[in-house]
C-alpha cells in the first residue's frame, strides 16, 4: 500500500525531524496532500511535510506491521529513558532504609 491509496480515518506513522515516531489519523484527502487529525499537511506522493524547512520537516509513511512494531519499540525505549531520567532527580535521602536496601538489592541483580 502507498500515499496514494491511503483513505481518510486510516492510520499514518509520523516521523519527526527528531527521530520521534507516531501513529496519527487522517483527516483529508486530496489529490496532492494528506492533511492529519490534528494538523499537519504532506504531500500525497512523497509523505513529506508541506511548507516544512529543512530544520524541522516531518514525514508520513503508510503504517505497516513493521512500522507499527518500530513506533511501539520507540515508545518503550522514550519510556524507559523518563524512568532513567526521574531517577536521576529523585532524592534517595528520603527513603526509608528498608526501601534503599531494596532497591541497592536491584542494582546488585546481573544485566541482561
Same mark, same amino acid.
Given at each position: 500500500?502507498?500515499? &496514494? /491509496?491511503?483513505? =481518510?480515518?486510516? @492510520?499514518?506513522? #509520523?516521523?519527526?525531524?527528531?527521530?520521534?515516531?507516531?501513529?496519527?489519523?487522517?483527516?483529508?484527502?486530496?489529490?496532492?496532500?494528506?492533511?492529519?487529525?490534528?494538523?499537519?499537511?504532506?504531500?500525497?506522493?512523497?509523505?513529506?511535510?508541506?511548507?516544512?524547512?529543512?530544520?524541522?520537516? &516531518? /514525514?508520513?509513511? =503508510?503504517?505497516? @506491521?513493521?512500522? #507499527?512494531?518500530?513506533?511501539?519499540?520507540?515508545?518503550?525505549?522514550?519510556?524507559?529513558?523518563?524512568?532513567?531520567?526521574?531517577?536521576?532527580?529523585?532524592?534517595?535521602?528520603?527513603?526509608?532504609?528498608?526501601?534503599?536496601?531494596?532497591?541497592?538489592?536491584?542494582?546488585?541483580?546481573?544485566?541482561?
Amino acid at each position: 500500500m502507498t500515499l &496514494q /491509496n491511503v483513505q =481518510v480515518g486510516e @492510520p499514518v506513522m #509520523l516521523i519527526g525531524c527528531d527521530g520521534s515516531l507516531s501513529v496519527k489519523l487522517i483527516a483529508k484527502v486530496t489529490k496532492l496532500h494528506i492533511i492529519l487529525e490534528k494538523g499537519g499537511k504532506f504531500q500525497r506522493a512523497t509523505g513529506r511535510q508541506v511548507n516544512g524547512n529543512i530544520w524541522h520537516s &516531518q /514525514n508520513i509513511e =503508510v503504517l505497516t @506491521p513493521q512500522n #507499527l512494531a518500530s513506533v511501539k519499540a520507540y515508545r518503550a525505549e522514550f519510556h524507559r529513558r523518563r524512568l532513567a531520567t526521574d531517577l536521576r532527580q529523585f532524592q534517595f535521602c528520603d527513603l526509608t532504609t528498608d526501601q534503599l536496601n531494596r532497591i541497592s538489592a536491584i542494582t546488585k541483580e546481573p544485566r541482561p
